[in-house]
Antibody
Framework: EVQLVESGGGLVKPGGSLRLSCAAS????????MNWVRQAPGKGLEWVSS????????YYADSVKGRFTISRDNAKNSLYLQMNSLRAEDTAVYYC?????????????WGQGTLVTVSS | EIVLTQSPGTLSLSPGERATLSCRAS???????LAWYQQKPGQAPRLLIY???SRATGIPDRFSGSGSGTDFTLTISRLEPEDFAVYYC????????????FGGGTKVEIK
């Protein structure tokens, strides 16, 4: 059974930093692209970042480019999101999602999410 | 950036009825890159349809997707109680900073 478990969320002040982690199990992590998608309270879904299986290709939404860094450790079956210079508008539930084997930017399994709150 | 507009915003239907959800793109989208997700309150989204018309693993056949170009449709043939949720369409294209975009969602609520 595929499992994705996010951690690392919490309350942080504007301008602060936070590192999210996603622990994967139940599939061959190193073969799949991975993604972060967020959802502000009461709002819709927003794609944040994607990373290919070997980390060769990395993509960011314009809203986070230059502030967030996605990475992965295939030996540890883990995905990360380093978030710097956080703003109030970054407040959201952050989901880790695996990519469909055929369609890199179709998200077929999702974690339960971790809440990031940016507030003074 | 490709903008996806979903309509209606809310659909009020009874169990057993047919639901038709629309997703319109601001420019043409490859059918291979169009997906639909379901999200229930307090839960993560779940992939329903990929490639515009292929059902994801474990998705019942009452869910079907169709469309091409700029107009796509998710149809639920007969609503079950567990189908009342919010549905999002999603596409991916070639704009680097807006590689993936989601529609604003359609809420299917019990009438």
């Amino acid at each position: 059974e595929v499992q994705l478990v996010e951690s690392g969320g919490g309350l942080v002040k504007p301008g602060g930093s936070l590192r999210l982690s996603c622990a994967a199990s139940g599939f061959t992590f190193s073969s799949y692209s991975m993604n972060w998608v967020r959802q502000a309270p009461g709002k819709g879904l927003e794609w944040v970042s994607s990373i290919s299986s070997s980390s060769s290709y990395i993509y960011y939404a314009d809203s986070v480019k230059g502030r967030f860094t996605i990475s992965r450790d295939n030996a540890k079956n883990s995905l990360y999101l380093q978030m710097n210079s956080l703003r109030a508008e970054d407040t959201a539930v952050y989901y880790c999602a695996s990519s469909h084997i055929l369609y890199r930017f179709t998200f077929d399994y999702w974690g339960q999410g971790t809440l990031v709150t940016v507030s003074s | 950036e490709i903008v996806l507009t979903q309509s209606p915003g809310t659909l009020s239907l009874s169990p057993g009825e047919r639901a038709t959800l629309s997703c319109r793109a601001s420019q043409s989208v490859s059918s291979s890159y169009l997906a639909w997700y379901q999200q229930k309150p307090g839960q993560a989204p779940r992939l329903l349809i990929y490639g515009a018309s292929s059902r994801a693993t474990g998705i019942p056949d009452r869910f079907s997707g169709s469309g091409s170009g700029t107009d796509f449709t998710l149809t639920i043939s007969r609503l079950e109680p567990e189908d009342f949720a919010v549905y999002y369409c999603q596409q991916y294209g070639s704009s680097p900073g807006a590689l993936v975009t989601f529609g604003g969602g359609t809420k299917v609520e019990i009438k």
